[in-house]
């Protein structure tokens, strides 16, 4: 079993819909959860971080933890073309350290 | 945040040689990572650096392979050593910044091609 899971995809969604990316974590004393966007070509960029259960909004977007599903989840209202890229669900296992999902990949339809 | 430069941005090098990317960042940080993200992969932390300790490395990947340096608090070299193809992917060093627990940010890669 892997340690973070993220469908895929792609996730298409049309302009000013919400996305929804998911993630389940297999680690139970995982504390910090983080979301980035990684356009094709560049680097990961941080875009949220959530710690405590419960939901974490940040302009267009919120994030939503559920420890005891070990699920987080991330909803981006109002989508943009410019929106699409990969996200990843990252996970920190207490060694400071990030575990990193596979990514989804959003793609947003004008 | 901070500024994170890293070089080079990417290089194509024969098997068997060695490629040194090297990671400096604006601020005084006390621990980089190293990542790989092998194409259409996500990230997996090759190792942890400390400034005056010797590096740890995550299960799979060896110092013998993927030395490291960490000289001071801002600077820190990877060396991927006897490159073969597999090797061929972007290396990533990232840090943690600022006062909130556990945030990772990243340098623009280095893209690594082997021959």
């Known amino acids: 079993q892997k340690e973070v899971e993220q469908n895929s995809g792609p996730l298409s969604v049309p302009e000013g819909a919400i996305a929804s990316l998911n993630c389940t974590y297999s680690?139970?004393?995982?504390?910090?959860f983080f979301w980035y966007r990684q356009y094709s070509g560049k680097s990961p960029e941080l875009i949220m971080s959530i710690y405590s259960n419960g939901d974490k909004e940040d302009g267009r977007f919120t994030a939503q933890l559920n420890k005891a599903s070990q699920y987080v989840s991330l909803l981006i209202r109002d989508s943009q073309p410019s929106d699409s890229a990969t996200y990843l669900c990252a996970v920190s296992t207490g060694r400071r350290a990030l575990t990193f999902g596979s990514g989804t990949r959003l793609q947003v339809q004008p | 945040s901070a500024v994170i430069s890293q070089k080079p941005s990417r290089d194509i090098c024969q098997r068997g040689t060695s490629l040194t990317i090297q990671c400096q960042v604006d601020?005084?940080?006390?621990?980089m990572f190293w990542y790989r993200q092998q194409p259409g992969q996500s990230l997996t932390l090759i190792a942890t650096?400390?400034?005056?300790?010797?590096?740890?490395?995550e299960s799979g990947f060896v110092i013998d392979k993927f030395p490291i340096s960490r000289p001071n608090l801002t600077f820190s070299t990877l060396t991927v050593s006897n490159l073969s193809p597999e090797d061929s992917s972007i290396y990533l060093c990232?840090?943690?910044?600022?006062?909130?627990?556990?945030?990772?940010?990243f340098g623009s890669g280095t893209q690594l091609s082997v021959l």
């Open positions: 650096a400390n400034q005056g300790s010797e590096a740890t490395y």
């Open positions: 680690d139970r004393v995982s504390q910090s």
């Open positions: 990232s840090v943690e910044v600022g006062q909130e627990r556990e945030k990772l940010f």
């Open positions: 601020s005084q940080v006390t621990m």
